[in-house]
C-alpha cells in the first residue's frame, strides 16, 4: 500500500490526468501533487492521486523496480499484485 | 547481459557488483560494531515484501536482524474498528473499502463474513471510486478508510473536492511516527535504529523523524524499495550506530525531500486530527490514529449513524484466535515463525490474525516468499 507506482501523464484535463503506467492508461487526480505537473512528466501515484513529481533525471531509476515486477512476476506474486491494484486505483466504473 | 533499453542510471540500482559490495559493508559495519544482534526495524510492508521476495536476508550478515515492525495499516486496525463496519455494514448501510479489509477479523465477523449474510460490502481501489458510486447512487455509502498517512491524504484530498450527501468516511487512518516512539521505548525490542518507508516520506518528509531521533537517541534512514535501495539505506544506518550519531539521513533522495509534500500535508491536517487509540495487538498509541475533525462531522460515520456493537460482542473468539501472537510480531518481539498458528492453522484462505490477510503482513509475506532462511547451524 505504501509503495505507490510511477507513471507518465499523457494529458491533463483541470485535476485529472491521464496516465500511462507501462501500457496501460489510467485518470489519476491532481489534487495533492505539490509541484505543477504537465505532460510527459512522471508521477508516483497512490490509490488514485499522484503524490509527488518525479524529478526527470530520477526516473529511469524508479521505474527499474515496476519495470522488473511486471514483467517477470507470476500471477500470484503478492508484490506484484500490489502494484497491480495501484494502477487499477485510476480505474473509474462506467454507469450501471 | 547488458540490457540496450536501461540507462547506466538504471544499472546502477541492478548492479550484483553493487550489490556484493554492498552486502559486504554490511558485514564490515557489523563487525565493527562487534556485538549480535544488532536490531533495526523497518515499517513498512512494502520494504518486508522486497527484502522478502528479493531474498536479501540471506545476504545480511548473521548478526544483522532487520525486523518488521508496525508497518500493515491493515494489521494494526483495531477489533472494535472493524467491529464498527461490521455493524454498519449489517444494518444496511453499503460499505465500500480496500481489498485487505475485506476479511481481516473482527471480534466475532470480519466484513466477508457479513458479506457472506447478505450486507453489501464493496471492494475499492480507490477513495475517489468510492465517491463517484455514491454519486451514481442514493444509498448510503461509508468508505471504510484504512491505511497510514500517505493513504489518509487521499481520503483528505476526496472531502475537500466535495462529496455527495450520502457519502461518509469510517476513518481507521492511522499515524505512524507515534507508534515509533512505543516501539522504541518497549524493553522486550531493542530497536537499534529504523528504516523509515520512503512514499510515506514523500508526503511526511524526513524532518518529521527529526523530534523523534532527538528524544530516543535512535537513528532513522529514509530508504527506497530497490533491493539497493534497501541494502544500501541498512548500511547507512548501520553506520550511524557504530558512529553512535543518532540523527535522520535520507537515503532515498529521488523521491524524499526533508520537507515533504507540503500541499499534501496541509490537506492531511486540514480534514483529520490524530487521536490516542489502541492498535491491534501493539498498545494504545497517543496520537496514532486519524480522525476527522469536528468541522468534517457531518461527513463521520461515527457520528451520522448510531453504531451498536453490543451485538457483535456477545460472541466469544474462536479458540484459535487466543493463540494468534500478531501483536508480538508487529512490536518486533517474535517471528512469524515463532506462531504455533502460522502456516498450519492460518493460512492465507483461512487467516486467524491480521498478519495473515494483508499483502503488507509479515505473516502473510513469509508464507508466500519464504521469511528467514535456513542457513544451517
Known amino acids: 500500500m505504501c509503495l505507490g507506482v510511477p507513471g507518465k501523464v499523457i494529458e491533463i484535463d483541470g485535476m485529472v490526468a491521464t496516465v500511462d503506467f ?3 492508461r489510467r485518470p489519476v487526480l491532481l489534487d495533492i501533487v505539490d509541484e505543477p505537473v ?46 497491480r491494484s495501484e494502477i487499477a486505483a485510476g480505474e473509474r466504473k462506467k454507469d450501471g | 547481459m547488458a540490457d540496450s533499453r536501461a540507462s547506466g542510471r538504471a544499472l546502477e540500482f541492478r548492479d550484483p557488483r553493487r550489490g556484493r559490495e554492498l552486502t559486504a559493508l554490511l558485514g564490515r559495519l557489523c563487525a565493527d560494531i562487534g556485538r549480535a544482534p544488532i536490531s533495526v526495524m523497518h515499517v513498512c510492508g512494502s520494504h518486508e515484501q522486497a527484502i522478502a521476495r528479493f531474498g536479501l536476508r540471506a545476504s545480511f550478515p548473521r548478526a ?3 525486523i518488521m515492525g508496525p508497518g500493515c495499516p491493515v494489521c494494526v486496525t483495531d477489533l472494535p474498528e472493524v467491529d464498527e463496519a461490521v455493524a454498519l455494514a449489517l444494518s444496511g448501510v453499503r460499505i465500500m473499502t480496500y481489498g485487505d479489509m475485506l476479511r481481516v477479523p473482527g471480534t466475532a465477523k470480519s466484513l466477508a463474513d457479513a458479506r457472506a449474510e447478505g450486507a453489501h460490502v464493496d471492494v475499492v481501489y480507490s477513495v475517489a471510486q468510492a465517491v463517484e458510486a455514491a454519486r ?25 473536492a466535495g462529496t455527495p450527501s450520502n457519502f461518509s468516511v469510517l476513518s481507521a487512518h492511522k499515524y505512524i511516527p507515534p507508534v515509533m516512539e512505543i516501539v522504541a521505548e518497549m524493553p522486550q525490542t531493542r530497536v537499534e535504529g529504523f528504516l523509515a518507508a520512503g512514499h510515506a516520506a514523500a508526503i511526511t518528509g524526513s524532518e518529521v523523524f527529526e523530534r523523534f531521533v532527538e528524544r530516543h537517541g535512535i537513528p532513522v534512514v529514509v530508504a527506497g524499495f530497490e533491493p539497493l535501495d534497501i541494502l544500501a539505506g541498512l548500511a547507512c544506518l548501520l553506520e550511524l550506530i557504530r558512529d553512535r550519531r543518532a ?14 509534500n507540503r500541499k499534501a500535508q496541509e490537506a492531511l491536517w486540514r480534514v483529520f486530527r490524530s487521536i490516542g487509540g489502541r492498535w491491534r495487538g501493539i498498545a494504545h498509541v497517543p496520537n496514532g ?46 517471528a512469524p515463525t515463532d506462531c504455533p498458528l502460522f502456516g498450519t492453522k492460518c493460512l492465507p484462505d483461512k487467516p486467524v490474525g491480521a498478519c495473515m490477510v494483508s499483502s503488507e503482513g509479515s505473516c502473510r509475506i513469509w508464507q508466500e516468499y519464504g521469511g528467514r532462511p535456513d542457513l544451517g547451524a
Open chain 2, 64 to 66: 544483522l536482524d532487520v
Open chain 1, 22 to 24: 507501462f501500457g496501460v
Open chain 2, 136 to 160: 451514481r447512487s442514493n444509498e448510503e455509502i461509508v468508505f471504510f478508510a484504512s491505511g497510514f498517512e500517505t493513504t489518509a491524504v487521499a481520503t483528505a484530498a476526496a472531502l475537500l
Open chain 2, 247 to 260: 540523527t535522520v539521513v535520507n537515503a532515498y533522495p529521488r523521491c524524499v525531500t526533508r520537507e515533504g
Open chain 2, 289 to 334: 490514529n486519524l480522525r476527522l475533525r469536528d468541522e468534517w462531522a457531518h461527513l463521520d460515520a461515527r457520528r451520522r449513524f448510531k453504531i451498536d456493537l453490543a451485538g457483535l460482542w456477545s460472541y466469544a473468539p474462536p479458540q484459535s484466535a487466543a493463540q494468534c501472537i500478531c501483536g508480538d510480531i508487529m512490536a518486533g518481539i517474535a
Open chain 1, 38 to 83: 504537465v505532460a510527459g512528466d512522471y508521477v508516483l501515484n497512490h490509490v488514485g492521486y499522484a503524490i509527488r513529481k518525479i524529478p526527470a533525471s530520477e526516473v529511469e531509476a524508479t521505474l527499474a523496480l515496476y519495470e522488473e515486477l511486471l514483467r517477470e512476476a507470476e500471477r500470484e506474486d503478492l508484490m506484484a499484485a500490489d502494484v
